[in-house]
């Protein structure tokens, strides 16, 4: 049964950048589609990013231009590159995945089987 594993977390100043990576532990297969998610305290979570083995990306319309998806297939990882972080970026972020394959990278939370322990962001000066 494979496993996503968040990293890249931390306590960054704003206007700083972080790089997080969710890789697959205790699997072979592929994925189709990965995707980031966060949750802030108090609020619900939410779609952040997702990208398709194909390189097809979806990025919430709520963010601005300031995160960046993507994917290496061969290493089954995916990153979450946030600039510019803002105290409102605060969240744990979640890695999400699933092993069918979608030409769109716009998913709901549901069509996602795995799910990461999540890594938090920490926006502080």
């Known amino acids: 049964q494979g496993q996503l594993v968040e990293s890249g977390g931390g306590l960054v100043q704003p206007g700083g950048s972080l790089r997080l990576s969710c890789a697959t532990s205790?699997?072979?297969?592929?994925?189709?589609?990965m995707g980031w998610y966060r949750q802030a305290p108090g609020k619900q979570r939410e779609l952040v990013a997702s990208?398709?083995?194909?390189?097809?990306?979806n990025l919430a319309d709520s963010l601005e231009g300031r995160f960046t998806i993507s994917m290496d297939n061969r290493k089954n990882t995916a990153y979450l590159q946030i600039d510019s972080l803002k105290p409102e970026d605060t969240a744990v972020y979640y890695c999400?995945?699933?092993?069918?394959?979608?030409?769109?990278?716009?998913?709901?939370?549901?069509?996602?089987?795995?799910w990461g322990q999540g890594t938090q962001v920490t926006v502080s000066s």
């Open positions: 999400a995945a699933t092993r069918r394959r979608y030409t769109s990278a716009r998913l709901p939370s549901s069509a996602y089987e795995y």
């Open positions: 205790g699997s072979s297969f592929s994925f189709g589609v």
């Open positions: 990208i398709t083995s194909g390189g097809t990306t």
